[in-house]
Antibody
Framework: EVQLVESGGGLVQPGRSLRLSCAAS????????MHWVRQAPGKGLEWVSG????????DYADSVKGRFTISRDNAKNSLYLQMNSLRAEDTAFYYC???????????????WGQGTLVSVSS | DIQMTQSPSSLSASVGDRVTITCRASQSISTYLNWYQQKPGKAPKLLIY???SLQSGVPSRFSGSGSGSDFTLTISSLQPEDFATYYCQQSYSSPWTFGQGTKVEIQ
């Protein structure tokens, strides 16, 4: 059974940093691309960032480019999102999502974690 | 960026009804279109990929169609567990964008 478990969310002040983690199990992690997708409370879904199986291809939404960094550790079956210079508009549930393929060419999110809430407020 | 527009934004229906949700892309995306279901407090779940392929384990009452810029998600006979919000998402080009969602409520 595929399982994705996010952690690291919480309340943080504007301008500060936070690092999210996603622990994966139930599939061969190093064969698939992974993504972060966020959802502000009561709002729709927004793709944030994606990373290919080898970390050779990385992509970001314009809204987070230069502030967020995605990474993965295939030896630990883990995905990460380093979030710097956080803003109030970054407040959202952050979901880790598995891609159906190894590259970033076709983003089909076939499994999702339960999400972790990031609240940015003073 | 490719804009995805769903209609309607919400609908009320009864158990057993046939329900149709439409998604329109701001440019042609071939059949690079996915549909997700999200229940309150839960993560989204992939229902349909490639516009018309049913994800493993998804009931056959769900179906998808369309190509180019116009797409449809159909639930042939609405069940109590289908009351949720549905999102389309284009997988044609980055940034990968979603529709605003369609909330299916009990009539």
């Amino acid at each position: 059974e595929v399982q994705l478990v996010e952690s690291g969310g919480g309340l943080v002040q504007p301008g500060r940093s936070l690092r999210l983690s996603c622990a994966a199990s139930g599939f061969t992690f190093n064969e698939y691309a992974m993504h972060w997708v966020r959802q502000a409370p009561g709002k729709g879904l927004e793709w944030v960032s994606g990373i290919s199986w080898s970390s050779g291809d990385i992509d970001y939404a314009d809204s987070v480019k230069g502030r967020f960094t995605i990474s993965r550790d295939n030896a630990k079956n883990s995905l990460y999102l380093q979030m710097n210079s956080l803003r109030a508009e970054d407040t959202a549930f952050y979901y880790c999502a598995k891609d159906s393929q190894g590259g970033l060419g076709v983003a089909e999110f076939d499994y999702w974690g339960q999400g972790t809430l990031v609240s940015v407020s003073s | 960026d490719i804009q995805m527009t769903q209609s309607p934004s919400s609908l009320s229906a009864s158990v057993g009804d046939r329900v149709t949700i439409t998604c329109r892309a701001s440019q042609s995306i071939s059949t690079y279109l996915n549909w997700y279901q999200q229940k309150p407090g839960k993560a989204p779940k992939l229902l349909i990929y490639g516009a018309s392929s049913l994800q493993s384990g998804v009931p056959s009452r769900f179906s998808g169609s369309g190509s180019g810029s116009d797409f449809t998600l159909t639930i042939s006979s609405l069940q109590p567990e289908d009351f949720a919000t549905y999102y389309c998402q284009q997988s044609y080009s980055s940034p990968w964008t979603f529709g605003q969602g369609t909330k299916v409520e009990i009539q």
